[in-house]
């Protein structure tokens, strides 16, 4: 069974660069697309971006130009880096599995069906 | 990007009710819709995509509906761990956007 585990520091310093990194246990990373997604306390969920197995990415424009998603398949990990933060990006960072593929009854199936438990990340100084 | 509109934000109901939620798109996604349940202090749990199909495990009490831009989630009598916030989400185009959230608390 597929699991996700997020790891990273959960205290970054204001206009630093917070890391965190995702580890894919229980099958393999190659042939799905591996997305970053963050939750703001008490507030609903924010798509960050994707990484595919081979390495193209898609990043949501709010967020592109502080963004970078990168992969490595020999340690079946990604990863993702958000630099320049600000207390708005205080959030649980989740990395979540989709599959982006046609489902035997023809049906797309893009949904994220396999999560991580969440890592909470606090910007404080 | 699209703006998905879940409706209502809240509502309190008891075990066994059949309930209902909404969700709205702010232009025609066809059938390229999730639902997830989150409980507090856990990861969502995807229950239902394109728009009708159940994901594997998930109870029957659970079901999907609609294409386009209106679609609905039903539970169809409601158990005590249903009581969750739910999100629907789109998966038409990128950026991949979620509705805001229906909290279902208990009466």
Known sequence: QVQLQESGPGLVKP??????????????????YWSWIRQPPGKGL????????????NYNPSLRSRVTISVDTSKNQFS??????????????????????YDSSGYYDDAFDIWGQGTMVTVSS | ????????????????????????ASEGISSYLAWYQQKPGKAPK??????????SRVPSRFSGSGSGTDFTLTISCLQSEDFATYYCQQY????RTFGQGTKVEIK
């Open chain 1, 80 to 101: 993702l880096k958000l630099s320049s933060v600000t207390a708005a990006d205080t959030a649980v960072y989740y990395c979540a599995r989709h599959r982006g593929i």
């Open chain 1, 15 to 32: 206009s630093e660069t917070l890391s965190l990194t995702c580890t894919v246990s229980g099958g393999s990373i190659s042939s799905y």
């Open chain 2, 92 to 95: 038409s185009t990128y950026p």
């Open chain 2, 1 to 24: 990007a699209i703006r998905m509109t879940q409706s209502p934000s809240s509502f309190s109901a008891s075990t066994g009710d059949r309930v209902t939620i909404t969700c709205r």
């Open chain 1, 46 to 57: 924010e798509w960050i971006g994707y990484i595919y197995y081979s390495g193209s990415t």
């Open chain 2, 46 to 55: 995807l229950l239902i995509y394109a728009a009708s199909t159940l994901q």
